[in-house]
């Protein structure tokens, strides 16, 4: 087995120890990879040992704003993943920085250390001509990729859910708290959740071959569910019934102005801007085979995931029953 181990290719995945991240380590362990987790801050990432053998998984530290630092990480490695994502600024944590710059840096250096092999994770509404910077640097992080590295797969997921997600366990957190929940936009945007796993089986299938060479890809699941059709499964799921607040763009804006200075502010001015727009696999996707299904992986659904990690917001949490009241 050590020996196996010791023969099998290395992949260097940066924002290994984030939420697609430690999903991704996972599948990329299971199929038998050794894996260099490049991170900020390795002290935290050392739970992802655990996820293979010994001496399989080893986090180390990288900037992605610093050019040795990242050549550092991708010494040795026979392919490179770039998971780096944010969903707000931080002080120099900024979304061109990160998500343009950052990206660009990556495969700019892996490019120059021979490394052909490489898959960005981006996400459905990346957009030159969008007025959000999230989605004008994920595009700008796109082409970067792919002028250091034409063959590199580009991935772009649509809002991903998972254990640890950041949309339905908010949203189910502010039900238990709070007796209305906001319909931004009126709840007419579309989405279609793709489940956390199969984004990270899409990775695997890259590395393995299995995508054409250059191709960018829309990773959604089986479902596309409106906003107001997502919290009605959040209410389902957490047997918490809310009344809804109808909110149009224009005052959502004015109300994420107020608090998205806040310390993990609940809404950015930039992230209504995105729900102005459906966040589903475009037709092109499907008519030219570039979604999660031309990769062989069947999607998990909504309904066969989420309320098995929702249960925790019921009222009387994992001993709820359909006979439980509602609250």
Do not use: C
């Not at 080893?58 to 490179?80: F, K, L, M, T, W």
């Not at 931080?90 to 061109?96: E, I």
């Not at 998500?99 to 994770?121: K, L, N, P, W, Y």
Request: no cysteine; net charge neutral; proline share 6%.
């Amino acid at each position: 087995m050590a020996r196996a181990l010791e023969d099998s290719k290395l992949v260097t995945v940066f924002g290994g120890s984030g939420f697609i991240g430690r999903h991704t380590v996972w599948a990329l362990a299971q199929a038998g990879y050794r894996i260099r987790v490049a991170v900020r801050r390795p002290e935290l990432a050392g739970f992802l040992r655990s996820y293979g053998l010994v001496g399989q998984i080893h986090p180390i530290q990288a900037n992605v704003r610093d050019d040795e630092s990242v050549r550092r990480a991708i010494v040795g490695a026979d392919a490179v993943v770039n998971l780096v994502g944010i969903l707000a600024p931080t002080g120099k944590q900024t979304f061109r920085a990160v998500q343009a710059e950052g990206a660009g840096r990556i495969a700019r250096v892996a490019a120059e250390s021979g490394i052909t092999d490489f898959v960005h994770v981006s996400a459905i509404g990346a957009d030159h001509n969008s007025n959000s910077r999230y989605a004008r640097t994920k595009a700008e992080g796109e082409d970067a990729v792919l002028q250091a590295i034409p063959s590199a797969v580009i991935l772009r997921p649509s809002i991903v859910f998972g254990p640890e997600d950041e949309f339905f366990n908010r949203f189910a957190e502010m039900a238990r708290f709070s007796p209305v929940l906001p319909l931004i936009g009126f709840g007419k945007t579309k989405f279609q959740p793709v489940y956390v796993g199969d984004v990270a089986q899409a990775v695997v299938a890259a590395l393995e071959g299995k995508a054409k060479p250059g191709a960018i890809y829309e990773l959604g699941g089986p479902h596309v569910y409106s906003f107001k059709e997502v919290l009605d499964k959040i209410g389902e799921y957490t047997m918490r019934k809310r009344a809804y607040i109808p909110i149009p763009f224009s005052i959502a804006t004015i109300q994420a102005a107020l608090v998205q200075w806040l310390p993990n502010a609940p809404l950015t001015v930039d992230q209504v801007r995105l729900l102005r727009k459906d966040n589903v696999v475009s037709q092109r996707a499907k008519d030219e085979g570039l979604t999660l299904e031309s990769l062989g992986i069947e999607p998990h659904s909504v309904e066969a995931i989420v309320p098995d990690y929702l249960w925790r917001f019921r009222p009387s949490g994992e001993f709820a029953t359909d006979e439980t009241p509602e609250v």
